[in-house]
């Protein structure tokens, strides 16, 4: 089967860094992605990782350890803004094969 | 830019009603998806579509069907909807490279009374 975990609320200060973390199993491997939801809004692209090692992007950043199943968005200089539900999704195989996602997690940023 | 877009932001239905629910994306992708998304349940694939008149079934299925007779357009069917249909429904699509993500539309909420 597929599933994927990642922790379902998370708190953090203004300013401050905080990581979410996801772990899957899913029957094979062809990419990790996350994504951002904000509340009553669609998802909206993030990250991309498909090989080992930390992916940068400005504040944000995504890691993945393939052989660990694991996977982390880090966001830094956390702003009111951030808050929104972060969803960590998987590709098991080839292009067209639809994403398994996580339940999502809802990260409230707090002056 | 990528556009997906979805026929309604919000609606209101009768129990069994029939509804569509019509998705339209200007990317030229060859793969379309229909999830619904409830609290604590996530994002769940209803149905998906690789190509042209393609459909396969996603994780629930049950009290849907589609429809996709040309490539940018998938429209998702209830055909007599109930009310444990009300929900969230979101629209995406994406290309055929491993590394494409999904793009999803805004969404329609949908209200079964």
């Known amino acids: 089967g597929q599933n994927i975990d990642q922790p379902t609320e998370m708190t953090a200060t203004e300013g401050a860094i905080v990581q979410i973390n996801c772990t899957y199993q899913t029957s094979g491997f062809n990419g990790l992605f996350w994504y951002q939801q904000h509340a009553g809004e669609a998802p909206t692209f993030l990250s991309y990782?498909?090989?080992?090692g930390l992916e940068e992007k400005g504040r944000f950043s995504s890691f993945l350890s393939r052989s660990k199943g694991y996977s982390y968005l880090l966001l830094k200089e956390l702003q009111m803004k951030d808050s929104a539900s972060y969803l960590c999704?998987?590709?098991?195989?080839?292009?067209?094969?639809?994403?398994?996602f996580g339940k999502g997690t809802r990260l409230s940023v707090i002056a | 830019d990528v556009k997906v877009t979805q026929s309604s932001r919000y609606l209101v239905k009768r129990t069994g009603e029939k509804v569509f629910l019509e998705c339209v994306q200007d990317?030229?992708?060859?793969?379309m998806f229909w999830y619904r998304q409830d609290p604590g349940l996530g994002l769940r694939l209803i149905y998906f579509s690789y190509d042209v008149k393609m459909k396969e079934k996603g994780d629930i299925p049950e009290g849907y069907s589609v429809s996709r007779e040309k490539k940018e357009r998938f429209s998702l069917i209830l055909e007599s909807a109930s009310t444990n249909q009300t929900s969230m429904y979101l629209c995406?699509?994406?290309?055929?490279?491993?590394?494409?993500?999904?793009?999803f539309g805004p969404g329609t909420r949908l209200l079964v009374l």
């Open positions: 999704a998987v590709r098991s195989h080839s292009g067209n094969t639809p994403l398994v």
């Open positions: 990317m030229d992708h060859e793969n």
């Open positions: 995406a699509s994406s290309g055929d490279r491993g590394q494409e993500t999904q793009y």
């Open positions: 990782n498909v090989l080992d």
